[in-house]
């Protein structure tokens, strides 16, 4: 475990692993420092499954097994979680690294555990968290990438900035926007948000219903009277995952903002939630804002 440098301050948690995303979770991390004036914190996190610790081999492999090969395979184990451990410290001295080269205060932290409890422990001091849509141990599952994140996102009531594609520097944002409390979340975390206020901004409000468009006239004239001045309406009759996809393709955001979770978590579990549904067809990544 390492520790650097204490922070005082709220920081921007990136959580990284070696996935293939890594180096873009860095970047934008790297560019919420830059843009709201904070420190980052990189975390790794050695999951369950990835250490291996002193083992005790003897009830596993027979009762004949000579000592001496109890031994040996015992020494190897404990290579193997120092070699994860290394790694996991070369990967974050080079983040910090890189993030000090553009001028931001870094920090780094390696731990045993989940992401998801050390999330929670850290939540008072994080002001966003920054995690890519798959990390290591799920490199190639699509099939297992809506529960793992929505697991991640549930742990913590911070902003959380799901990464799903390599850096590119933000200027067009959009919010996901349907009139409930959850979308209202992050309107009102858009209107709030003074680093955010000069970007073109697109309010998207998709359903498979016919819309009298009073919730996107509503959220107009909030972000108006907040100071947002650059604000395109889109409105859609389609399925809102698909149509949401849409609005970012033909209004070139970069940066989706949407309320997650608005449901009760057993109506999820029956129909799946429409935050995991946007995860999984999102094309550009997705800013989470949790009540």
Not at 154 to 178: C, G
Request: hydrophobic share 40%; glycine share 6%.
């Amino acid at each position: 475990m390492s520790n650097d440098t204490a922070i005082n301050q709220p920081y921007i948690l990136a959580c990284i692993d070696g996935a293939s995303l890594t180096q873009a979770v860095c970047d934008y991390a790297a560019w919420l420092a830059e843009t709201y004036k904070k420190p980052i914190k990189f975390l790794h996190v050695i999951e369950h499954g990835q250490y291996f610790g002193p083992a005790d081999y003897s009830g596993t492999i027979g009762l004949g097994t000579s000592d001496e090969l109890l031994k040996e395979l015992s020494d190897i184990e404990e290579s193997r979680s120092k070699l994860v451990r290394k790694q996991g410290q070369i990967m974050l001295k080079a983040a910090a690294e890189q993030a000090k080269e553009k001028g931001v205060d870094a920090d780094t932290f390696q731990c045993h555990g989940t992401l998801s409890e050390k999330l929670s422990e850290l939540e008072p001091e994080i002001f966003m968290a920054v995690i890519g849509i798959r990390g290591v141990k799920h490199e190639h599952s699509q099939k297992a990438l809506g529960a793992q994140i929505e697991g991640l996102v549930r742990s913590i009531r911070r902003p959380m900035l799901v990464v799903n594609q390599e850096f590119e520097t933000p200027k067009t944002f959009m919010l996901a926007y349907d009139g409930s409390a959850a979308a209202d979340r992050g309107l009102e975390f858009i209107c709030k948000n003074e680093a955010l206020k000069h970007y073109p901004w697109v309010v998207a409000r998709v359903t498979t219903e016919a819309d009298e468009n009073k919730a996107l006239q509503k959220a107009e004239t909030r972000m108006a009277e907040s100071g947002i001045s650059k604000v395109t309406l889109e409105s859609r009759q389609e399925k809102p995952e698909i149509g949401l996809v849409d609005c970012q393709q033909d209004n070139n955001v970069d940066v989706t903002v949407m309320g997650a979770f608005s449901h009760h978590p057993l109506r999820g579990f029956i129909f799946g939630s429409f935050t995991e549904k946007m995860l999984k067809q999102a094309i550009k990544p997705l800013l989470l804002i949790h009540a």
